[in-house]
Structures are given as structure tokens and as C-alpha cells.
């Protein structure tokens, strides 16, 4: 999993070569512009774009070189467009448990999600700071 935060164009088409085989790239900023891939979907690139699932495509190059890409490239804690204000906390707080269980164990290659007791216990502490109090509007 690379997961990039730097809002600089930090990875762009001379590192793809470098990844290891089956890599996810993740982008997270305010913006569009954590990975450098304009290219990407140019004739001649040397990869094939096959959509695994809506925002997450397989890009297939020399033997050996395939990775995934998230969100197009684009931010993925900026996915849903109505996700602004503060709910993006309860984005970013997931995000944050989900790299420190993937970062606390050794797993197998494969999708995982943020078990539904640490879901909750994320909404009940966003609840408790952002949640409906008198004369105050989400």
C-alpha cells in the first residue's frame, strides 16, 4: 500500500516501474495532485486499465508490473462530494484506524475493512463532538 499525503506530485510515471507487483496507490490531499499520472491513460504508456470496481482500476504493465489504482488518482478522503464540513472527520478518523490495523499485523494481499465495533466507536466520538445539540445545525 503506498498512501501518499504530501499535495506535491510525489510518484509519478518513472516510479510505476518501481512499485512492487500488486501495489495500491492511495492519494489523500485537498486536492488533485498527490501522483503525476496524466499519461497514464495515453496510447503507448505500456499499461492496460481494466475497472476492478467503480474508483479502483488495475493498471497492467511489463510481467510483473501491475498495480492498483484508487480513486482514479484522485483523493480518496474526497470520494463522495458530500462528505465536507465535519463529516470528513469520521472519513479521516476511519482512515486512520484502517492504516494502523494494516500496519499492526502482517495480512495477506486482499481487500479489508474497519471492523463494525471500531466504526462505531468512531460515529459515537464524532457524536459526541459534532453531534445535533440546541440551536446548533449539521
Same mark, same amino acid.
Given at each position: 500500500?503506498?498512501?501518499?499525503?504530501?499535495?506535491?506530485?510525489?510518484?509519478?510515471?518513472?516510479?510505476?516501474?518501481?512499485?512492487?507487483?500488486?501495489?495500491?496507490?492511495?492519494?489523500?490531499?485537498?486536492?488533485?495532485?498527490?501522483?503525476?499520472?496524466?499519461?497514464?491513460?495515453s496510447p503507448g504508456h505500456g499499461y492496460i486499465r481494466e475497472e476492478m470496481i467503480p474508483g479502483v482500476s488495475r493498471f497492467r504493465g511489463a510481467p510483473g508490473n501491475s498495480f492498483f489504482l484508487l480513486g482514479d488518482g484522485n483523493a480518496v478522503?474526497?470520494?463522495?462530494?458530500? +462528505?465536507? &464540513?465535519?463529516?470528513?472527520?469520521?472519513?479521516?478518523?476511519?482512515?486512520?484506524? #484502517? =492504516? !494502523?490495523?494494516?500496519?499492526?499485523?502482517?495480512? +495477506?494481499? &486482499?481487500?479489508?475493512?474497519?471492523?463494525?465495533?471500531?466504526?462505531?466507536?468512531? #460515529? =459515537? !466520538?464524532?457524536?459526541?463532538?459534532?453531534?445535533?445539540?440546541? &440551536?446548533?445545525?449539521?
Open positions: 500500500l503506498v498512501f501518499s499525503a504530501t499535495g506535491g506530485r510525489a510518484l509519478g510515471m518513472k516510479h510505476l516501474p518501481l512499485l512492487r507487483n500488486g501495489a495500491f496507490l492511495a492519494g489523500a490531499t485537498s486536492r488533485d495532485d498527490e501522483f503525476d499520472l496524466a499519461d497514464l491513460d478522503n474526497f470520494q463522495h462530494t458530500s +462528505a465536507i &464540513g465535519p463529516a470528513i472527520h469520521l472519513i479521516k478518523a476511519e482512515m486512520t484506524v #484502517a =492504516a !494502523a490495523l494494516l500496519a499492526d499485523a502482517h495480512h +495477506a494481499p &486482499g481487500f479489508y475493512d474497519v471492523p463494525p465495533s471500531r466504526r462505531a466507536a468512531i #460515529a =459515537a !466520538a464524532w457524536v459526541d463532538i459534532f453531534g445535533s445539540r440546541p &440551536g446548533r445545525c449539521l
